[in-house]
């Protein structure tokens, strides 16, 4: 049962209709992980009918029952293009008991004040998580949004802000970190062991087929075009595990974490 008796699914979901687009990011059982199982709990998305919004489908595939399980949805709405990000739109909640073999699912309603969601003209980057007492779950998609119509569900990278994305990486996570800026800039300052594949002469594009899409990546650069525009290339090319790191080099730096020269 939803501790947010409020929510009222509108329609069905369609999500047989639909690819299936869940994330399958690498599982971690220690505490604190970030990373979604490929085996207790998954995390999708799939239209509402009519496409008039979204929900959020959790489903438990193993045989524990789960108590209190908080759920947290993200939407990052963009100019498609530009980079441009407006607010972020957040909604959370709790499941009180997510059974074995049970699937919850949480609808998210343009149209609805007490389920709003982002509606406009753009791309939306949707990020989903769930924690339990032993460890977080997440997934991520990216839709184009018409007014209130969710559209073209696909999968998309998965947003960190400086103090996750650092946590990761003394974790050894990341098999590589891709910084996308130009190699002037690069030289000056990045994160350790980071490599230089440059986005704008299209370096990254000619190097992408080369790399191992069972590796996990954490990508970035100076700004938000760029690291998002290549971040979501690696996706495109059907790499599951990318990350991009929030506010890139700068926000790193200035939270103090390691960089090299």
């Known amino acids: 049962m939803l501790v947010l008796s409020s929510y009222v699914v509108v329609g069905t979901s ?39 919004g979204v929900n959020i489908e959790i489903q438990n595939n193993g045989n524990e029952t789960y108590q209190d399980v908080q759920w947290s949805f993200r939407a990052k709405p963009q100019i498609s293009g530009t980079g441009l990000v407006y607010k972020d739109q957040i909604r959370s909640g709790v499941i009180e ?29 949707f990020n989903a998580s769930i924690s339990t007492s032993n460890a977080f779950y997440r997934s991520s998609q990216l839709c184009l949004l018409i007014f209130v119509f969710m559209i073209n569900l696909k999968p998309t990278y998965m947003d960190i802000p400086p ?29 350790p062991g980071a490599v230089n594949y440059i986005w704008a002469d299209g ?23 760029p690291s998002t525009a290549s971040a979501q290339a690696l996706v495109n090319a059907g ?6 790191l929030e506010g890139n080099y700068r926000a790193w730096a ?8």
Do not use: W
Not at 103 to 109: A, D, E, G, N
Not at 239 to 244: A, D, I, L, N, S
């Open 14 to 52: 369609i999500s047989n209709q639909l690819n299936d687009y869940t994330s399958e990011m690498k599982h971690d059982n220690q505490p604190g992980s970030t990373l979604q199982s490929e085996d207790d709990i998954t995390i999708s998305f799939s239209k509402a009918q009519l496409s008039l």
């Open 97 to 125: 008991q997510l059974d074995a073999n049970e699937l919850v699912t949480i609808p998210l309603r343009p149209l609805n004040r007490q389920t709003s969601s982002p509606f406009g003209l753009g791309l939306f980057y």
């Open 163 to 191: 103090a996750e994305a650092y946590s990761l990486y003394e974790n050894d996570t990341f098999d590589l970190i891709i910084d996308v800026v130009g190699l002037d800039i690069y030289s000056l300052g990045h994160l």
């Open 203 to 225: 370096t990254l594009n000619e190097t992408i087929p080369t790399l191992d899409k069972n590796l996990t990546y954490l990508v970035y650069c100076h700004t938000d075009p």
């Open 239 to 244: 790499f599951p595990y990318v990350y991009r």
């Open 254 to 261: 200035d939270a103090g974490y390691p960089i090299e020269t």
